[in-house]
């Protein structure tokens, strides 16, 4: 059952990931990297979904505020592609609610 609990949040980060880079490539309003940027949509509250490189240390913060704002938290792992995609731009990317320009 755990077995099959895991390839569920692989499954989810993946999509995530995948959706975030799509977003990227097609519609850059409606997405953000890096930690001065994503920071800055959390604080807006307009970050739906907070891409974490389960790489990185003290993300305490940028979770605190991504849970105040109601922002789904994925935590994403380096063994996957789509984890090591995340993590060459920073380990750090945010999809929007809507389009904006930070």
Do not use: P, W
Not at 76 to 99: D, M, T
């Amino acid at each position: 059952c755990q077995d099959e609990l895991a390839q569920e949040e692989i499954i989810l980060e993946k999509k995530a990931v995948n959706e975030f880079l799509l977003l990227a490539k097609t519609n850059q309003k409606k997405c953000v990297y890096g930690l001065e940027k994503t920071k800055k949509a959390l604080e807006l509250g307009v970050v739906e979904k907070l891409l974490l490189s389960e790489v990185l240390d003290n993300t305490d913060e940028l979770e605190e505020l991504a849970s105040q704002m109601g922002t789904e938290i994925l935590i994403v792992s380096k063994e996957s592609e789509e984890g090591q995609q995340l993590k060459n731009i920073g380990g750090i990317a945010g999809i929007l609610r809507y389009e904006i320009d930070l």
